[in-house]
């Protein structure tokens, strides 16, 4: 059984968040713990039809935001790494110089101290200089940068579609498969 840490910050596209969880949740072989900051909460409402009490129901252990004291706040609870999807700039700032002041950013710490799988997807854009220095020094201390980017070889048709993809290239990154995933197979 693999466990594995979600964020969801205060940033738009909390969708990717969700879908995440959504396709985590049908799987028996990872136990999903979840924390989502009171930003994420709030965009949960304002962009989709869930609550945020329907997304946590999609988590196997929810988390509070401030819990400094929660099992995925400590590096001997063994996980097999954390995605922060979305994340903030903020977030990203807080990760980027280890300042541990949510456990979102305690738990992304102690996984890159603990030298585990860090997926941040950040949602920004454009981007200043400024964003481009801290995705580059979360790079070079370990985490991986998957920003939602959409592919068009699949012909996707729906909105739906396109956010599928990515949440696929996330779960590609923890070694976790969707059958409902559409691969490139070369050009035939």
Known sequence: MKRL???????SAVIYGIRLLEKLAKREDVEVHLVISQAAKMTIGIETDYTADQVEALADEVHNCKNIGASIASGSFKTAGMVVVPCSMKT???IANSYADN???RAADVVLKERRRLVIVPRETPLHTGHCELMLKVSQIGAILCPPAPAFYTHPKTVDDI???SVARILDLFDIEDADTERWEGNV
């Open 5 to 11: 840490i979600v964020g969801m910050s205060g940033s």
């Open 92 to 94: 990203l700032s807080a």
């Open 103 to 105: 456990l979102i950013v």
């Open 163 to 165: 956010i599928d993809h």
